[in-house]
């Protein structure tokens, strides 16, 4: 099973993205997290360890996918 | 099933995404088509109409998800 960490921040963008993408991986070889920043705000370190600049982003096999544009990073810190 | 078509150009970028993200939706939900834009040019009004803005994207759905940015779509046309 691969890890794959949806992170958000509750944002319109976030959520189409995670209804559209990050409940389709394949549920036989993704072990899937979603991550809410405004829940879990103590996960942010981490995701900017792995490259993530914006959200909505998915963490893949530890390689950062963003996928549209909902707030960055510095947004999603300063809320 | 929902048709996911993902849109790229053969970039670096878009080959790693390719990898980790477009065979990797679940295969019961989705019928996935991979377009590369250097092989199909003609394909590239209807990834613009569905809202193409970059490359690599998948359109699920009808809705655009740009992953990352490798091109622009008018670097793709100008290539």
Redesign the interface.
Known sequence: MTK?IFYHAGCNVCV??EQ??AY????K??DVEIVNFADAPGRIREAEAAGVKSVPA?V??G???????GASMADVKGA
């Open positions: 794959a189409d993205a559209q993408l389709s991986l394949d549920p070889r993704f998915f893949i096999g390689q950062p996918y963003h996928i549209n544009f």
